[in-house]
């Protein structure tokens, strides 16, 4: 398979304010949000990221998407450095976050042609790309309304369509169903095999295990910002459940750094 | 700059296709000068006697010698002594206006004094406003009796029919417009700006729209350039919704005075929209970099609130100033040269070498911004702190 991805030795420490200190409960002044984080990823495949709240995911995946920069290390997206090339990498990547918004006052139609512009498209590769992205996420019929009158359901279907307007070599979703009925959890997660068979790299970090079994080839585990596990789903699975495994490879973590879990 | 016209575009549909937005800062502020002023302008005019009134007056032993110079001025009914009484209430019932007493033989007394100085007692209402007029005009005109009285010599005697004030309707309106204008166009320019520039940078981080705006190719120049160029021409149009008001109402407010901006040639609107402009661009440039830092538009107000009041004070310096500085280092001090740059117009004292000055240091520290707003956009710090 073509190496698409390749992140290579990330390091990123966040400095804690006294206020963040006394949430973490801790004396340290810096976070260490990722510590020498490396994979990589290939084309025609869907990645999962697994790990706890605070283990680094988004600050990876922050990372590849160019909006924040690593301390050390860099990654590598179709060729492009993240650090050095931001804006070529923003060009073969499609990212989706929760923190990422779309504005109310704006209808999907006009969203679409707006960030459609920002990537360069012409009209007509806008139309066609529009057509086919409406219609398999049915905007069609709400392609009118503001977004601010969407439903949850709508408004990630708008986002995911927003986010790969200019077909990108990888797609990257930070827990792509957290919040969505079933349906659309459906809708979303079949476009990500879809894409997957299109030959594009899906990155998919959640904490949904059952998602992770249904859609990823591959599988790492991030603990306190350091890949612990990583392989397949059977490799990593190693014969039980991958909820049980996770567990146990948290649990080993905890344990070594003296904390009671 | 990569994708700033999009980013420009989007601005600008934003806006103008809030209808919420287009009342609330295009129409409304224009709107409520224009009546407010006007209002204001009406009220001054009652107050100080716009309308035509003849002050009535009870007046007891009027001499003969000054009921001409008293018809004049009141309407007068002279009473006996026996009405005092009953005139004295009406004056308290706001009946008339004053009762003024003569002492008997007043006119013989003042004509061959005797040592005894004979006093004339004015009775008056101060709580009604037409009573405490027509107490003054009673004191101006026994005091210019009494002056006649000592006359040694006249100062621009009315009756010479000499014209001893020299400036002509040119400079009068020069003079007005020069002390308000600064003050007028900087705090209109200001809260035009203010009205949106928190809104579009604050609002959207604190909303998480320009995270996604920042993961597209356009640069981070494009984006501060698109947002400035947009929000400066919506500021514009703010702080000109609030200039038409003013100038539709200046009339008005001057109580009827031929107060006209015709006076002024296309060259002096030229130089003004010039520096209207580029102190739009930098004003904007200047909430956009606080708007930036804030983490809310809560808190981006709060921030460009002492920008507000450095403006004021800043455009209040020319009330008290004559005419712009000649020299051209003021023109180098970013908002205090908008300002003298527009009293410089408005009072026909500008140096066209001053303006050009004021304005490429406006341009030059607009680029500045730009390019701190840019680098502010870059950094994670700024963009997703909590």
């Given at each position: ?135 398999k996420f049915g905007i ?10 969407l439903s949850t359901g709508m408004k990630q279907k708008v986002s995911i369509a ?14 792509p169903t957290n919040g969505l009925d079933v349906i659309t959890a459906k809708t979303v997660t079949d476009f990500l ?69 | ?386």
């Open positions: 398979m073509q190496e698409i991805l390749d992140v290579r030795g990330l390091k990123k420490t966040f400095s804690l304010s006294a206020k963040q200190r006394r949430i973490e409960r801790t004396d340290s002044r810096v976070k260490v949000a990722l510590d020498g984080l490396s994979f990589k990823a290939y084309a025609g495949e869907v990645y999962g990221l697994l790990g706890p709240n605070g283990a680094g995911k988004t600050t990876c995946l922050r990372i590849l998407s160019t909006l924040i920069k690593p301390d050390e290390g860099d990654a590598f997206v179709a060729g492009a450095s993240a650090v050095k090339e931001e804006a070529k990498v923003r060009e073969k990547i499609g990212f989706l976050t929760s923190e990422l918004k779309l504005e109310d006052f704006f209808t999907p139609n006009y969203l679409f042609d707006f960030f459609s512009e920002l990537h360069g498209m012409d009209e007509h590769a806008r139309a066609a790309r529009k057509a086919e992205l409406f219609g069609d019929r709400f392609a009118e309304v503001k977004v601010a009158d927003i986010a790969i307007v200019h077909d990108p070599d990888v797609i990257v979703f930070d827990e095999l879809e894409q997957k068979s299109l030959g594009k790299c899906v990155i998919v970090s959640t904490h949904i295990f059952s998602l992770v079994e249904k859609i990823c080839d591959r599988v790492g585990v991030i603990i306190d910002g350091k890949l612990v596990s990583e392989g397949t789903l059977d490799e990593v699975r190693g014969g039980r459940s991958l909820e049980d495994k996770f567990f146990e490879i948290y649990s080993e973590s905890r344990r070594a750094k003296g904390e009671e879990i | 700059m990569k994708g700033w016209f999009p980013v420009f575009k989007k601005e600008l549909l934003r806006f103008f296709k809030d209808k919420r937005m287009i009342i609330g800062t295009l129409i409304l502020p224009g709107l409520l000068i224009y009546l407010v002023y006007s209002f204001m302008g009406d009220g001054m005019r009652g107050l100080i006697g716009g309308e035509e009134r003849t002050p009535t007056a009870y007046v007891q032993d009027l001499p003969e010698q000054l009921a001409e110079g008293f018809s004049a001025v009141f309407d007068v009914t002279e009473i006996g002594a026996d009405g005092a009484e009953s005139a004295k209430e009406a004056v308290k019932n706001a009946q008339t206006d004053i009762f003024v007493v003569f002492p008997e033989g007043f006119w013989s007394s003042i004509m061959n004094p005797t040592g005894d100085v004979p006093n004339v007692e004015i009775y008056f209402n101060a709580a009604e406003s037409n009573s405490s007029s027509a107490y003054s005009a009673a004191v101006a005109l026994l005091d210019a009796l009494e002056s006649s009285l000592s006359n040694r010599f006249d100062v621009n005697n009315p009756a010479s029919g000499g014209i001893y004030d020299l400036s002509d309707e040119r400079d009068v309106t020069s003079m007005i417009f020069s002390m308000l204008m600064p003050m007028l166009m900087m705090i209109f320019i200001f809260t035009g700006a203010m009205s949106v520039a928190p809104e579009s940078i604050a609002g959207e981080k604190e909303r998480g729209t320009f995270a996604t705006l920042l993961v597209t190719p356009v640069s981070r120049a494009g984006v501060a350039v698109g947002k400035i160029f947009a929000l400066s021409i919506i500021s514009v149009l703010c702080g000109l919704s609030s200039f038409i008001g003013i100038m539709l109402s200046l009339p008005k407010m001057m109580g009827g005075a031929d107060v006209s901006a015709n006076i002024y040639s296309v060259g002096d609107y030229f130089a003004l929209f010039g520096i209207v402009v580029s102190s739009v661009l930098l004003i904007v440039a200047m909430i956009s970099v606080i708007s930036a830092f804030a983490k809310s538009v809560k808190e981006a107000s709060a921030y460009v609130t002492p920008l507000m009041i450095v403006v004021v004070l800043l455009s209040v310096t020319c009330m008290f100033t004559d005419g712009a500085p000649a020299s051209v280092w003021p023109y180098l001090i970013p908002l205090y040269n908008s300002v003298q740059a527009i009293n410089a117009v408005f009072s026909f004292t500008a140096v066209a070498l001053n303006l050009a000055v004021g304005m490429i240091a406006n341009l030059v520290y607009t680029a500045l911004l730009v390019w701190l707003l840019t680098a502010m956009f870059r950094s994670e710090k700024i963009m997703f702190r909590r």
